[in-house]
């Protein structure tokens, strides 16, 4: 069983999403096989702000990616999601 390192960008549908709580609801919302690592609060422009999350996955299901894009698409308030690295260790 091999792991995988993956970070993601989550944009807000707006300014007035609270990030915090996005971030407290993505740890619940993670699949079975998937640990959060880090989260960042980063700024976009214009005072629009995105989470940067970082997730070591195992890959023991090929589905799992999926699982994990479907969870963190599917968070309130969150519109748009992007996979910016993903690492196999």
């Known amino acids: 069983m091999g792991r995988i390192i993956a970070a993601y960008d989550l944009m ?3 300014t007035e999403v609270d990030l915090e709580k996005v971030i407290e609801a993505l740890k ?14 980063l700024p976009v ?3 629009l702000m995105k989470i ?7 890959d023991s299901k090929d589905s799992i990616g999926g699982d994990l894009e479907t ?4 968070l309130p ?8 690295s ?3 260790l």
């Open 28 to 41: 619940g919302a993670v699949p079975a096989g998937v640990k959060v690592i880090e989260t960042k609060i």
């Open 52 to 58: 940067n999350a970082g997730f070591d996955i195992e």
């Open 86 to 88: 993903s690492t196999v």
């Open 45 to 47: 422009a214009f005072g």
């Open 12 to 14: 807000p549908e707006s």
């Open 71 to 74: 969870a963190l698409s599917s």
């Open 77 to 84: 308030g969150i519109e748009n999601i992007e996979c910016i």
